[in-house]
């Protein structure tokens, strides 16, 4: 139950999807490609079910609850580390070109 509760990739990326549409996109983003956007969101939806279908083998499979939760914490820390580097990279604790490239327009 704590695994759904705490899974965001698939809510969000089936927002994203459903707010944001082709006509929109092509108005605000007219040098970005529509279909890299559904793509990306897509993928973004499947590391969600991914997410719970490891978490769902991990309880299957294990004997006792405490490995239980450490797992599904080392699984949570996985999967927030594409955040965690992306907040450094825009703080400049990387590389300057790496501040660059997350803090354009589209970041």
Not at 3 to 12: Q, S
Request: glycine content about 2%; some cysteine.
């Amino acid at each position: 139950f704590i695994a759904l509760l705490m899974e965001v990739e698939i809510p969000t990326g089936l927002y994203l999807l459903k707010r944001i549409s082709r006509r929109y996109f092509l108005n605000t983003f007219p040098e970005l490609n529509y279909s890299q956007f559904v793509c990306a969101n897509a993928l973004y939806v499947m590391m969600g079910y991914l997410f719970l279908i490891n978490v769902f083998l991990i309880v299957i499979f294990s004997d006792n609850v405490m490995v239980i939760f450490f797992d599904f914490i080392a699984l949570q820390f996985i999967q927030q580390l594409d955040g965690i580097a992306f907040k450094l990279a825009r703080m400049r604790m990387l590389s300057t070109s790496m501040k660059e490239a997350t803090t354009r327009r589209y970041f």
